[in-house]
């Protein structure tokens, strides 16, 4: 993998989730990928993994994700982000901050983690990065 390549992945995978476009999810996650977050470790298909963000966004509309900081190495990447929604009972805007962690495979994702402030958490700097890959 070079930087690149594994650039472009995220950039095709930050319109999987600020513009909608999951159809592209298949082309972004392996099958047999693994995620580690706060409900423990799961192997997922890809269309499995395009299940849970359909629901998830279905349960947090409006869901825009920012990144803050990154860092892309060989088959690695991390993002400390930032994301978005709005409560779908009340419509009140919500936030947390987040850190995730990506491995890569055959340019795929393969395997995540991923740990979450509390909700209404924030970063504390000023401004995001224009993309996800941005400097």
């Known amino acids: 993998m070079t930087q690149e390549s594994v650039r472009a992945l995220f950039d095709i995978w930050e319109r999987v989730w600020n513009e909608g476009q999951h159809s592209l999810i ?69 936030r947390r901050a987040g850190m995730q962690v990506f491995r890569i495979e055959h340019g795929r994702i393969a395997e995540s983690w991923l740990a979450l402030l509390g909700i209404d958490s924030t970063w504390p700097d000023a401004e995001s990065q224009k993309s996800w890959t941005s400097k």
Not at 61 to 79: C, K
């Open 26 to 94: 298949a082309e972004c996650v392996a099958d047999g990928y693994v995620r580690h977050d706060g409900a423990g470790t799961r192997r997922l298909t890809h269309k499995q993994y395009e299940e849970e963000i359909v629901a998830a966004k279905q349960f947090r509309p409006n869901t825009h994700v920012v990144v803050y900081e990154h860092n892309i190495v060989d088959d690695r990447a991390w993002f400390r982000f930032g994301l978005t929604w709005n409560d779908a009972i009340t419509g009140a805007p919500r």
